[in-house]
């Protein structure tokens, strides 16, 4: 693992540096979007809706759409006036119970490893948020932008867990669970029985995706089948200079051409043998 980012963790009078990792990867399977026939890749140009032309990064813009469809343009001036921190500390406010943080408003999560020098704060830190079974409420910037977390413990590692915003979490108004449903006692125990008989502890190893392994399978297969398509790679940029005279005196051979005259090595001794005949006509024209 590479550290993404270098900060410390304030609380109260004690400062730890950290530096930060990220704790989880996505092992889904990327794939490229292909030509059916022979497997070249799909490229997208970027295209103005409004005049049909291929629009330059440097061209550009983030534009915020209004409930009436407007087009609120933003400048890189207008950014630079928003609120933004760039401060490398992980801010304690408080420590709360932890089963008072909903695990809805957890986001991404990264391990923060200690500098050697604060091993002993770092440990200070992690023995008391699992003694007291806290976790500890924190800001954080990352990318400039300031955000809610959490510090908890996991396998002796400190871990922070960004927080969604209380109002990104979506209310669940469901019509169907609006009327008061009643259940019988019967079915109730009968619920409890199910319940008793499923129960047992979490083992991840217990768990596995079955759809990347059999597609990992089914690639696999595919390659040692032969069945692959052979892409040609695009020619590599030789870094010589293209020579601008060669260049012009073949435009002008292919110009030549189309007009149906002769090629330009052939107009000298064309212009030669005109020569001698100009001579010859007038020599006789002197002797006569």
């Known amino acids: 693992m590479r550290a993404i980012w270098k900060g410390a963790v304030s609380f109260g009078l004690v400062n730890v540096p950290v530096r930060l990792y990220a ?16 497997g070249g890749r799909i490229k997208y140009k970027r295209i103005c809706s409004i005049d049909g032309e291929e629009v330059a990064y440097d061209d ?24 933004t921190r760039s401060s490398k500390e992980i801010a304690v406010e408080k420590f709360v119970p932890a089963d008072q943080i909903d695990p809805m408003l957890l ?7 200690p ?6 704060p770092y440990v200070l830190l992690r ?4 003694s007291e079974k806290r976790m500890a409420v924190v800001t954080v910037s990352i990318r400039t932008r300031m955000t809610m977390a959490v510090l908890r413990v996991k396998d002796g590692v400190i871990v922070m867990q960004t927080m969604l915003w209380p109002d990104e979490v979506r209310n669940p108004d469901f019509a169907s669970l609006g009327d008061e449903q009643e259940v019988s006692e019967k079915e109730l125990a009968m619920a409890h029985l199910l319940v008793e008989q499923l129960a047992g502890d979490y083992d991840a190893s217990e768990y596995e995706d079955d759809y990347a392994i059999a597609l990992d399978t089914l690639v696999k297969a595919k390659v040692e089948g032969g069945e692959i398509k052979d892409i040609p790679k695009p020619a590599e ?39 001698k005949t100009t001579t010859k006509a007038a020599g006789k024209k002197k002797a006569g």
């Open 237 to 275: 940029e030789s870094g010589e200079v293209v020579d601008l005279l060669a260049a012009l005196a073949k435009s002008v051979e292919k110009a030549r051409a189309a007009r149906g005259e002769a090629p330009a090595e052939e107009q000298p001794a064309a212009k030669k043998a005109a020569s």
């Open 115 to 120: 500098d050697k020098a604060s091993a002993k």
């Open 60 to 83: 550009i813009a983030k534009g915020y759409e209004t409930e009436d469809g407007d087009m609120v343009i933003l400048t890189d001036e207008d950014f630079a006036d928003l609120p």
């Open 127 to 130: 023995d008391a948020l699992e």
């Open 23 to 38: 704790a989880t990867e996505n092992h889904d399977v990327q794939f490229r979007q292909v030509h059916r026939t022979d």
């Open 107 to 113: 986001d991404k999560c990264y391990y923060l490893e």
